[in-house]
C-alpha cells in the first residue's frame, strides 16, 4: 500500500499533466497512471481523482493567488510551481489533509519538481492561504499537524 505521500505525488504528476493539456484527453493522462506499476488501482483511482478535483478548482486557487501574489499571475508562474500551489491550494481548502501538511507537502513537491526558489514562493502563497483559512476556522488555528 502507498503512502498518502506517494499518491499526493502521483496526482501531482498528473494534474501537471492536465494543466499542461489544457484538461484536454483526460483518458491519456488517466492511462499515465494506469502505467505506473507501485501503485494499485484504487490507489491510482484516488490519485486521479485529487487530480482531477484540483483542477477543476484551479479558477478559485488562482483568483487568490494573484490577490496575494499580483505580480505572479498564473500564466507567469513556473508549471512545476503553479501545480503545486493548485493542489495544496486544494488540500488546504477542502480539509483533506490538516491545513499545514497541505502545506509542507506543496512545498515538498515544489522542491522535487520545482526551481530554486520554488519551495519559499509556495511557502510564502500557501502559508498567506493557510492564515486566511486558520482565522476562518471556529477555533481560530488549524487542526492537525500530521497526516
Same mark, same amino acid.
Given at each position: 500500500? /502507498? +503512502?498518502?505521500?506517494?499518491?499526493?505525488?502521483?496526482? @501531482?504528476?498528473?494534474? @501537471?499533466?492536465? &494543466?499542461?493539456?489544457?484538461?484536454? &484527453? &483526460?483518458?491519456?493522462?488517466?492511462?499515465?497512471?494506469?502505467?505506473?506499476?507501485?501503485?494499485?488501482?484504487?490507489?491510482?483511482?484516488?490519485? #486521479?481523482?485529487? +487530480?482531477?478535483?484540483? #483542477?477543476?478548482? *484551479?479558477?478559485? /486557487? &488562482?483568483?487568490?493567488?494573484? %490577490?496575494?501574489?499580483?505580480?505572479?499571475?498564473?500564466?507567469?508562474?513556473? /508549471? /512545476?510551481?503553479?501545480?503545486? %500551489? *493548485?493542489?495544496? #491550494? @486544494?488540500?488546504?481548502?477542502?480539509?483533506?489533509? =490538516?491545513?499545514?501538511?497541505?502545506? !509542507?507537502?506543496?512545498?515538498? %513537491?515544489?522542491?522535487? @519538481?520545482?526551481?530554486?526558489? !520554488? =519551495?519559499?514562493?509556495?511557502?510564502? %502563497?500557501?502559508? *498567506?492561504?493557510?492564515?486566511?483559512?486558520?482565522?476562518?476556522? =471556529? !477555533?481560530?488555528?488549524?487542526?492537525?499537524?500530521?497526516?
Amino acid at each position: 500500500m /502507498a +503512502a498518502p505521500k506517494a499518491i499526493r505525488r502521483l496526482a @501531482f504528476q498528473a494534474l @501537471f499533466q492536465l &494543466d499542461a493539456r489544457g484538461g484536454a &484527453d &483526460d483518458g491519456a493522462v488517466r492511462q499515465t497512471l494506469d502505467d505506473s506499476e507501485k501503485f494499485t488501482d484504487a490507489e491510482r483511482d484516488k490519485a #486521479y481523482a485529487l +487530480a482531477l478535483a484540483a #483542477y477543476e478548482a *484551479r479558477d478559485k /486557487a &488562482d483568483r487568490e493567488f494573484a %490577490l496575494l501574489a499580483p505580480q505572479w499571475p498564473a500564466h507567469r508562474q513556473a /508549471a /512545476a510551481d503553479r501545480t503545486a %500551489l *493548485r493542489l495544496g #491550494y @486544494f488540500e488546504l481548502t477542502t480539509g483533506r489533509v =490538516p491545513p499545514k501538511v497541505a502545506v !509542507s507537502q506543496a512545498v515538498e %513537491l515544489a522542491r522535487t @519538481f520545482g526551481g530554486e526558489k !520554488s =519551495p519559499a514562493f509556495v511557502n510564502g %502563497l500557501l502559508d *498567506r492561504v493557510l492564515k486566511r483559512v486558520a482565522a476562518e476556522m =471556529p !477555533s481560530g488555528s488549524p487542526a492537525g499537524e500530521s497526516e
